[in-house]
C-alpha cells in the first residue's frame, strides 16, 4: 500500500479551508527567512501559498545572509508583540552566524507552531503537546488517515534530530507504540530494523534503507529528501527494493513532504483558535 501523503494533504488542506471559513477568524502566519538560500525560499514559497490556499494570511520577512543574531531576535520580537500575529515559522537552518537555539528559544510558545521551543517540546515528552514539529505530526496524520495500527507496535525511528528523530518517537510513544530511536552509534542497526512494524527513516542518506532492513510487512516511513547517483530526488528509502517488501510505503516525492505544509496550515489554525477561544481544540 502507498501512504500518498499528497492525497492526504489535499483532504485535509480542504477541511481546513472549510474549517477556517466557519470559524470567522482570519489566522495570520509569519515566516523569517535569512539569506537567499534557493531550497529554503522555494519552502518559504510553498507555505506562503498553501496559507492564500486556505484563507489563512501571511507575512513573509527576509534579512540579509550577514543579519546578525539581534537583528532577528528584533524581528521575532516584533512578531510577538503584534496581536495580528498567530503563528510565527523561523526558517531553518540559519546562517553559521546566527544563534539558532537563542532565536528559537525567542518565538513566544502560543505562536511557535513549528513546535521547536522547548517549552513545546517539553509538552510533547510530557504527553500533553500544545503544538509538535510539523514533519513528525504529518506523519501520524498519515498514519491515522490509512488506518495503521500503533498501540502496541514495536516502532523504530532511525536519527535523533530534534526537529524529527526526537519528537517522531515521543508521538508513537504517546500513541502506546513500543519505540526504539536508532542513530549512528547505534550497534546491530539492521537487526534493530528489522524488528520494526513501523520503520521512520530520518538519517538523510539516499537509498540507505534496503529490504534486508526491513520487516516483511513494516509499514516503512521515509522522511529523507536526497539526490540519488543520476541527481534524481530520492528518499532514505530504496524504493523500488523495498516496496515489494512492506505492507505499507510513502514514496519520495509525495510523501511525508506535504504533510509537513499541511500540519503548518493547521497548527496556525490551532493558534488562531487558542488565542482567540482559550481552546485547546483544533477543531
Avoid at 528584533?74 to 512578531?79: C, P
Avoid at 503544538?131 to 500503533?150: H, K, R, S, V
Avoid at 502496541?152 to 517522531?168: C, E, H, K, L, T
Wanted: charged letters at 25%; proline letters at 6%.
Amino acid at each position: 500500500m502507498i501512504l500518498d501523503g499528497k492525497a492526504v494533504s489535499e483532504k485535509r488542506l480542504e477541511i481546513l479551508k472549510e474549517r477556517i471559513e466557519e470559524s470567522g477568524l482570519y489566522p495570520r502566519l509569519a515566516t523569517v527567512i535569512v539569506g537567499e538560500d534557493p531550497a529554503s525560499q522555494m519552502y518559504v514559497r510553498m507555505k506562503h501559498r498553501a496559507c492564500e490556499r486556505v484563507g489563512i494570511g501571511s507575512v513573509g520577512i527576509e534579512l540579509p545572509e550577514d543579519a546578525t543574531t539581534e537583528r532577528v531576535l528584533e524581528a521575532v520580537t516584533r512578531l510577538n508583540n503584534d496581536p495580528d500575529i498567530n503563528g510565527i515559522l523561523v526558517q531553518l537552518p540559519l546562517p553559521a552566524g546566527v544563534d539558532t537555539a537563542r532565536v528559537i528559544e525567542a518565538v513566544a510558545p502560543d505562536k511557535d507552531v513549528d513546535g521547536f521551543h522547548p517549552c513545546n517540546l517539553g509538552r510533547l515528552f510530557s504527553g500533553t503537546p500544545l503544538f509538535a514539529p510539523c514533519t513528525p505530526q504529518g506523519i501520524m496524520t498519515i498514519l491515522d488517515e490509512y488506518n495503521i495500527p500503533i498501540r502496541g507496535r514495536r516502532a523504530v525511528v532511525v536519527g535523533r534530530s530534534i526537529d524529527v528523530g526526537r519528537p517522531m518517537a515521543a508521538l508513537l510513544l504517546n500513541a502506546d507504540a513500543t519505540v526504539t530511536i536508532c542513530h549512528s552509534k547505534t550497534e546491530n542497526l539492521e537487526a534493530e530494523m528489522r524488528n520494526a512494524d513501523i520503520l521512520v527513516s530520518a538519517v538523510g542518506k539516499a537509498k540507505f534503507v534496503g529490504p534486508e532492513m526491513v520487516k516483511e510487512g513494516a509499514t516503512v516511513i521515509d522522511v529523507g529528501i536526497n539526490q540519488d547517483e543520476q541527481g534524481k530526488l530520492c528518499g532514505d528509502v530504496d524504493f523500488e527494493a523495498v516496496k515489494d517488501r512492506a505492507g505499507a510505503i510513502t514514496p519520495v516525492p509525495g510523501g511525508v513532504g506535504p504533510m509537513t505544509i499541511a500540519t503548518l496550515m493547521e497548527n496556525t489554525f490551532r493558534a488562531a483558535k487558542l488565542r482567540t477561544c482559550n481552546s485547546t481544540t483544533v477543531w
